[in-house]
């Protein structure tokens, strides 16, 4: 028996199809969605994370900036201590210069020399004197210039040989000399002492 089928088959063969496209469109389509949703989820993660992170470091940048002005506040006191320090301590020395000067000139007048007038002008002192000899002047230069803490740069301004009284019996001849020193602070008694000592030595290996 021969069965024949009547029925439009290839519409209906054509209808499948069609379904199925719709079907395999619509799995894409969920499956598309699925893989655009894990990727913003994972995008907003790490969103959120980095954003985190920046606040952290905002935080820490913060407390830095607070820490930093903090040391510049304390950095500007230390150098106000160190100024007022410095001004107390020109103000001891400025107030004991007179006894330094003297105290020097007493040790660096060498015998034969005599002081007769001191004038000071700030940091200049202008010294006047008699001596025996031009050798005793130089004498007196040289100790002022190697051998103290407290003079430098001494110069001699002017000398010359008194005139001997008339009738006088007194045949020695004496040089009247006036010469200028600069009064300097040395750092410590230590550091002005070494100085000293070696141009000492140096004035020694010379002569």
Request: net charge positive; proline share 4%.
């Amino acid at each position: 028996m021969i069965l024949i089928n009547l029925l439009p088959h290839r519409e209906e063969k054509r209808r499948q199809r069609k379904r199925a496209f719709v079907v395999g469109l619509g799995l894409a389509a969920f499956a598309g969605v699925g893989i655009v949703g894990v990727w913003y989820t994972g995008l907003q993660q790490l969103t959120s994370s980095q954003m985190e992170r920046n606040e952290f470091l905002r935080s820490r940048i913060s407390l830095l900036d607070k820490e930093i002005k903090d040391i510049a506040t304390l950095r500007s006191e230390i150098e106000a201590l160190k100024s007022r320090q410095k001004a107390v301590e020109d103000l001891q020395t400025d107030r004991n210069t007179p006894v330094y000067l003297l105290n020097e000139l007493v040790k660096q007048t060498p015998e034969g020399v005599y002081l007769t007038a001191i004038r000071q002008n700030g940091q200049t002192v202008a010294i006047s004197g008699v001596a025996q000899t031009n050798e005793r002047v130089s004498e007196f230069l040289r100790n002022a210039l190697y051998n103290s803490p407290w003079l430098e740069r001494p110069e001699l301004v002017e000398i010359k040989a008194r005139n001997a009284a008339p009738n006088s019996r007194d045949t020695s001849r004496l040089f009247d000399f006036s010469m200028r020193v600069t009064l300097k602070r040395p750092q410590s008694p230590a550091a002005a002492a070494a100085p000293a000592k070696g141009a000492s030595a140096a004035a020694a290996k010379s002569s």
